[in-house]
């Protein structure tokens, strides 16, 4: 049974990034839905970004806000 020793807390982009997990960004005014280049997003915002409550993406079809959701690359790469 697992401890909360064994709990590994995925709170950074790097985190993120590093367990196989990554960001999609959602804008609600254009319902514009794309996929997030981690590498490049913890270039802008550090490694240690903290991926709760991180700033709004920048929607890449309107220039707004968009919201971030998680993602799985393993998951989606199995779905291929
Ligand atoms: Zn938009």
């Known amino acids: 049974m ?13 985190m993120l990034y590093a367990h196989g997990h990554g960001l999609n960004g959602y804008c609600r005014p254009c319902r514009g839905y794309f996929g997030v280049l981690m590498l490049v997003l913890m270039l802008e915002r550090g490694r240690d970004c903290l991926s709760i409550d991180m700033a709004p ?23 291929v």
């Open 2 to 14: 697992a401890t909360a020793a064994d709990l590994i807390v995925l709170d950074t982009l790097s």
């Open 57 to 79: 993406l920048r929607c890449l079809g309107c220039g707004g806000g968009a919201r971030s959701t998680a993602s799985s690359r393993r998951r989606r790469a199995a779905q």
